[in-house]
T-cell receptor, first 113, second 110 residues
């Protein structure tokens, strides 16, 4: 089944403790992206990647890092999480930037205390 | 920059009523336009899309037409069902990114 898989689905952590949210897709998509969803703000893009080793900042990149060492994986790294990063995170992938739309993962609900 | 504005919700309808959710956009060039749907506790699913002016996207009884002259992509359905209750997001695709509206919650009662 074609899908984007994120792990974990739920995570509670403490301020400053480094964490990684994994994302993997099995559709050989070139484009991958991370979004955060917050009430009243909709979805905002954090980072995106156009191919292996090619990444760029989205609208809200502060406090996040990404890497794209393999085509299928696009992990999101929070080096020093803070409470304002408490949010619902989605990973998504697409065959191309235009026209195909993104396939989304099921989401990771992160709480930073 | 790019932006998407969609009507605020919640939109509350009775089953079999007609649905319209308005969406307008601001963008340079010729973006692609999408509607995504998010059911409770789930990720976003692509509902329909249009890639150029006057294209009509359709799926599961939902339709939207890419109107360049009014920069709009309104979502419509002739007869909604309780199972259509969800949050609907209008989105604009340009270069390597998707820009989303804030979402419109639809609540359909029997």
């Amino acid at each position: 089944e074609a899908q984007v898989t994120q792990n974990p689905r739920y995570l509670i952590t403490v301020t400053g403790k480094k964490l990684t949210v994994t994302c993997s897709q099995n559709m050989n998509h070139e484009y991958m992206s991370w979004y955060r969803q917050d009430p009243g703000l909709g979805l905002r893009q954090i980072y995106y990647s156009m191919n292996v080793e090619v990444t760029d900042k989205g609208d809200v990149p502060e406090g996040y890092k990404v890497s794209r060492k393999e085509k299928r994986n696009f992990p999101l790294i929070l080096e020093s999480p803070s409470p304002n990063q408490t949010s619902l995170y989605f990973c998504a992938s697409s065959l191309s930037a235009r026209g195909y739309g993104y396939t989304f993962g099921s989401g990771t609900r992160l709480t930073v205390v | 920059g790019n932006s998407v504005t969609q009507m605020e919700g919640p939109v509350t309808l009775s089953e079999e009523a007609f649905l319209t959710i308005n969406c307008t956009y601001t963008a340079t060039g010729y973006p692609s336009l999408f509607w995504y749907v998010q059911y409770p506790g789930e990720g976003l699913q692509l509902l329909l899309k249009a890639t150029k002016a006057d294209d009509k996207g359709s799926n599961k009884g939902f339709e939207a037409t890419y109107r360049k002259e009014t920069t709009s992509f309104h979502l419509e359905k002739g007869s909604v069902q309780v199972s259509d209750s969800a949050v609907y997001f209008c989105a604009l695709g340009r270069d390597s990114t998707l820009t989303f509206g804030k979402g419109t919650m639809l609540l359909v009662s029997p």
